[in-house]
């Protein structure tokens, strides 16, 4: 069974800077193509801030220059993990954050979500 977990939120004061992990767990990274990041603020929608699928990273227009997304395939039955860097953080950026893997291969067609972690950004 694929399992997200999100961790690494908190709370941050402006200019701050997180580091979020996607722990990935029940099928290989390899069984997955395109990988994100998405925020919710407060009474919004959710909205992708990053993806990565294979090498190549995108990100949304808020969050150029200050996330970075990234990756470590798992070694020897060590779960993979799916990162978050966030720099320079501002009010905007509160919210919960979700890890989102969308299946290839045996998981084709499928959408994979964590349960979110909570990123506060308040002096």
């Known amino acids: 069974q694929v399992e997200l977990v999100e961790s690494g939120g908190g709370l941050v004061q402006p200019g701050g800077s997180l580091r979020l992990s996607c722990t990935v767990s029940g099928s290989r990274m390899t069984n997955f193509g395109t990988m994100g990041w998405y925020h919710q603020a407060p009474g919004k929608e959710r909205e992708q801030v990053a993806e990565?699928?294979?090498?190549?990273?995108?990100?949304?227009?808020s969050v150029l220059g200050r996330f970075t997304i990234s990756r470590d395939f798992a070694r020897d039955g060590a779960k993979s993990i799916l990162y978050l860097e966030m720099r320079n953080l501002t009010p905007e950026d509160t919210g919960l954050y979700y890890c989102?893997?969308?299946?290839?291969?045996?998981?084709?067609?499928?959408?994979?979500w964590g349960q979110g972690t909570q990123v506060t950004v308040s002096s």
């Open positions: 989102n893997a969308q299946g290839t291969n045996y998981l084709r067609g499928r959408d994979f």
């Open positions: 990565m699928t294979g090498a190549t990273t995108r990100y949304s227009d």
